[in-house]
């Protein structure tokens, strides 16, 4: 405990002392502060003694204060302090000597733990709202030095200023025209905010140790029955360990293989497209269907599984589409945030058996696959696997182990499968849906990456896009920056500060406040990108980027904690969106979407694209 907060809770002792007094609430320590006698004794244990006065002798215990010895009568647990020279006392001497308050009123009340209980709750509840009112008054007080906006009003801060929608993203677009290195916020009138939008400031976090900016939980909490302790929302030393021992799993001898898991998903998604077109419906939301082929991609990369869940309904695809709907539903109902309320209601009871099917999958699988792998030879299992089928992510999850050859639990191996299964789903179909929105919009560049597509491929025989014609489509990859740029699938991330952290313009943000990284607002910030709400994808010609910090583009986040799977996405947004544009032109709806940042960046109601099959000449 600091100093100012010790000073707080012996001001709160006191204060319950006499709120106990003034209340009539009974003490239960009674303090006897026994003058030298023959000075009479000033007590307030007479008022509150269940009977009229110690019946047994004081036990004449030795009081730490030199010239006082603090006795304690048993039976009534009751404090007297007396002079350490004077003889012990009796009954009677208390009796005598104890200022009576009865005649203020107090009647005699039996004390008991329960009532030392309260008095030390109410001291300790007390030292908290001084020392965090002292800790607010101060961080106010330290954080002038950040500009904010005006707030809506002195008890709700800005809350309510940002909502979850079209306009809550215009706003943030404003607000970073208006204050291009970051801002302040209050949620409420006590928690403050900074916002930061610039690289320049947000290099100070990408560069801090995991430890010094750990995530701020509250964002993440409500994924934590379902993700358990996978890397998303571990800490400290596991999530350390558990990044170097995972980072393996996404070097690219074990992404190359998953093109054809790619591929083959795509295809699934776009043999359905084509029916549907058939039949009339070339009206398509994006989220839906790429969301499912997402899913179905990860399930065969992380457990070699396929459900088919494309064509025909997986109660686990479906368990997972359901968690992440009920996570981002409870974020809008501040009530639903406390657990216990939660539980109680259909969705939380919803929640809780999605979460029971969603790691009994996980579990059967750890199970089945621990029996078939071998406990040596790991080489000779690894190329015979590699030949057969791709190595999936549990294959590598069971078989890393650390310096010391330790490997990782059942229930650690679990919670990294269904981190990465919601990880990346999401993130990549709303990456790819946006993207798709992008072209669609702007048919010339569209026809410049179905170009660059089509000339890649032109002298196969099979339309397949290997891993080596990653590189050759720099266009293509280029509008897939300038979309992840202008629609980030993370808007935000979130970060603590546990010690004091000084920016590089020497303001300081004290320890303990929450900083919002805003991707959103450092991709949107014309001070880094000029005419920011324009799509062009030659911001990322190689010329153009010279000069540009490589933290004004985050999609994946940045430091220590930064995406890990973003190869992964990358790789699978190229396979997808180059076998799309090969063989469907994108048209945009008529009515324009409205951007909706849940845990993702979605559209209301769906992102709807009109979608025409071009005919195998075209292609
Ligand atoms: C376009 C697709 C993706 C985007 C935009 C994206 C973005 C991000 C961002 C911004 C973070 C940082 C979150 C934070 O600091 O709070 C993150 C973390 C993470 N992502 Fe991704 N991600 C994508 C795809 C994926 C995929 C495909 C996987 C796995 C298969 C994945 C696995 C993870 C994991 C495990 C973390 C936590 C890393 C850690 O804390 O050490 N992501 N992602």
Request: with cysteine.
């Amino acid at each position: 405990m600091s100093g100012y907060q010790c000073a707080c809770v012996c001001v709160c002792v006191c204060l319950s002392v006499c709120l106990s007094l003034s209340l009539s609430l009974p003490l239960p320590l009674n303090f006897c502060f026994s003058l030298p006698s023959p000075s009479p004794c000033l007590s307030v244990s007479e008022s509150f003694l269940p009977v009229p006065s110690p019946p047994y002798p004081c036990p004449s215990l030795p009081c730490s204060f030199p010239s006082f010895r603090l006795c304690l009568t048993a039976h009534h647990h009751c404090l007297f302090l007396h002079p350490q020279d004077s003889p012990p006392c009796t009954p009677s001497d208390h009796r005598m000597l104890e200022l009576s308050l009865s005649w203020l009123g107090f009647g005699p009340v039996a004390t008991s733990p329960w009532l030392l209980l309260l008095v030390v709750g109410t001291s300790w509840l007390l030292a908290h709202v001084l020392a965090w009112t002292y800790t607010s008054y101060n961080n106010s007080r330290r954080l002038r030095c950040f500009p904010q906006p005006p707030k809506r009003n002195w008890f709700l801060g800005h809350l309510g200023l940002v909502p979850p929608t079209e306009q809550g993203l215009s706003k943030v677009t404003q607000l970073v025209t208006n204050y291009p290195q970051g801002y302040l916020m209050w949620m409420g009138p006590i928690i403050p905010l900074v916002i930061f939008c610039h690289p320049d400031l947000i290099r100070t976090f990408a560069s801090a140790s995991a430890a010094i900016t750990p995530k701020n939980v509250i964002f993440y909490n409500f994924l934590k029955p379902w993700l358990g302790d996978g890397l998303l929302l571990s800490a400290g030393d596991k999530w350390s360990s558990h990044r170097r021992l995972l980072t393996p799993a996404f070097h690219f001898n074990i992404l190359k293989p998953y093109m054809k898991i790619f591929t083959k998903s795509a295809d699934i998604m776009h043999a359905k497209w084509q029916r549907l077109i058939t039949e009339g419906h070339t009206h398509l939301d994006m989220f839906e269907h790429i969301s499912l082929m997402t899913l179905d991609s990860l399930q065969k990369c992380v457990f070699s599984y396929d459900s088919n869940c494309q064509e025909k309904p997986s109660d686990y695809i479906a368990a997972i589409l359901e968690l992440s709907a009920l996570v981002a539903k409870r974020y809008q109902q501040l009530f639903l945030h406390m657990d216990f309320l939660y539980y109680l209601t259909p969705d939380g009871r919803r929640f809780r058996r999605a979460c029971r099917l969603v790691h009994d999958f996980t579990g059967a699988v750890i199970q089945e696959r621990r029996c078939t792998l071998p406990k040596e030879d790991i080489g000779d299992f690894l190329k015979a696997k590699e030949k057969t089928k791709t190595l999936d992510f549990i294959d590598v999850l069971l078989l890393t182990k650390d310096e010391d050859g330790k490997g990782l639990s059942d229930e650690d191996i679990r919670a990294e499968a269904d981190t990465f299964m919601f990880e990346g789903h999401d993130t990549t179909a709303s990456g790819l849906s946006w993207v798709l929105y992008n072209l669609a919009k702007h048919p010339e560049y569209q026809e410049r990456c179905r170009q660059e597509v089509q000339e890649l491929l032109k002298d196969r025989e099979s339309k397949e896009i290997e891993w080596d014609d990653l590189a050759q489509l720099p266009f293509l990859t280029m509008c897939i920056k300038e979309s992840l740029r202008l629609h980030p699938p993370v808007t935000v991330i979130s970060r603590r500060c546990t010690q004091d952290i000084m920016l590089p313009d020497g303001r300081v943000i004290p320890k303990g406040v929450i900083c919002l990284i805003s991707i959103f607002g450092t991709h949107h910030n014309p001070s880094v990108w000029p005419d920011p709400e324009v799509y062009d994808p030659l911001r990322f010609e190689p010329e153009n980027i010279k000069g540009r910090s490589p933290l004004a583009f985050i999609p994946f986040s940045a430091g220590p904690r930064n995406c890990i799977g973003q190869a992964f996405a990358m790789t699978e947004m190229k396979v997808v969106l180059a076998l799309t544009l090969l063989r469907f032109r994108v048209l945009p709806d008529e009515e324009e979407p409205r951007r909706k940042p849940e845990l993702i960046l979605r559209a209301e109601g769906g992102l709807w694209l009109r979608m025409e099959l071009l005919s195998t000449g075209q292609q």
